[in-house]
């Protein structure tokens, strides 16, 4: 559907999206994606380990640009999504999971490249003051602003933003007839509120998820489940190996257990036979030639 009228670029919101090095393909190929669906987006180089987070205000600031997502990847396995309202916040700390990239998904929908896309949110984002303030963060960052010189005057695709199991699913489907139906589109991800900061990129906590759980401790939990597990089937099979060796318990002497024994019928004796005579050596026949040489 088309946006009508023509009016002026009024809301100069810039969404820079960097990241972290030691970030996987699947996260660059999911940066990529973002950027293709923002028109208002802006990319930049990616960041040392080493370096501050509050450096990013200053990069924003260079770019001219007030929101930011930042990837951080952490022992190349874990990875966490920074949104900031650059400089004076809020922020909030997120764990994604379940990544899937456009590419990857091969879905049949489709929308037009740097059209402006509707904003869907579960009906808990309304209900908790911690959802209020992040349905709030995600409106200015990923709505793209109307007359932007990037963007194009139509609507046809939605992203959702659902709360299921305490977590945030994200998807992005196409609006393919006026009735409302749709079609996937991708990418799409999963994330896991951890904090939200009063300020950019820190300050002071306004709240923490007390659900969460981090992939270390996820992981050490499995690791000790399976530590457990083995033990056990250890002792096991110590107990069984104790259970054999142990000798059987005698029985007292019966009487009648020998009634229905009978000796066995006496063998006959063995017949040896004489080993025969060998039979004499006969020496080889020569031919007529080897005679002939020898005689020689």
């Known amino acids: 559907m088309a ?65 930011c997502l930042y990837f951080e990847a952490k022992k190349k396995q874990d990875l966490y999504l920074w949104i900031a309202n650059v400089p004076h916040g809020p922020s909030a700390k997120f764990l994604v999971q379940n990544v ?39 409106i200015q960052t990923f709505s793209t602003p109307r007359y932007h010189p990037k963007s194009q005057p139509f609507v046809d695709h939605v992203f959702t933003f659902t709360i299921t199991d305490g977590r945030i699913w994200f998807r992005n489907y196409q609006i393919i007839e006026e009735d409302g139906s749709l079609v996937e589109i991708g990418p799409r991800f999963v994330l896991q509120l951890i904090k939200i900061f009063q300020g950019s990129f820190g300050g002071q906590t306004l709240y923490e998820n007390p659900a969460y759980r981090s992939p270390n401790l996820h992981r050490r939990l499995l690791r000790t489940v399976a530590a457990a597990r083995f033990t056990e089937r250890r002792n096991v099979k110590e107990v069984r190996r104790l259970q054999r060796g142990r000798e059987l318990q005698a029985l007292p002497h019966d009487p009648t257990h020998a009634v229905f024994d009978t000796p066995a019928p006496p063998r006959p004796a063995p017949t040896t036979t004489p080993t025969p005579n060998p039979s004499p050596h006969y020496k080889k026949k020569l031919h007529k030639r080897q005679r002939l040489r020898m005689k020689q």
């Not at 923002?38 to 001219?64: G, Q, S, V, W, Y």
């Not at 590419?103 to 949110?121: I, Q």
């Open 3 to 67: 946006a009508s009228g023509a009016g002026r670029w009024s809301n100069k919101e810039r969404v820079l999206i960097l990241s972290s090095r030691g970030i996987s393909y699947r996260t660059r190929h999911l940066m990529q994606d973002l950027r293709t669906l923002m028109p208002h987006a802006r990319p930049d180089t990616k960041m040392d380990r080493k370096d501050k987070l509050f450096i990013i205000n200053e990069i924003c600031e260079m770019k001219n640009c007030n929101k």
């Open 100 to 138: 899937h990239t456009l590419a990857e998904l091969k879905m049949t929908g489709n929308c037009l490249r740097g059209s402006r896309p509707l904003l869907s949110f579960h009906p808990v984002f309304d209900q908790e003051p911690q959802y209020q303030l992040l349905k709030e963060l995600f």
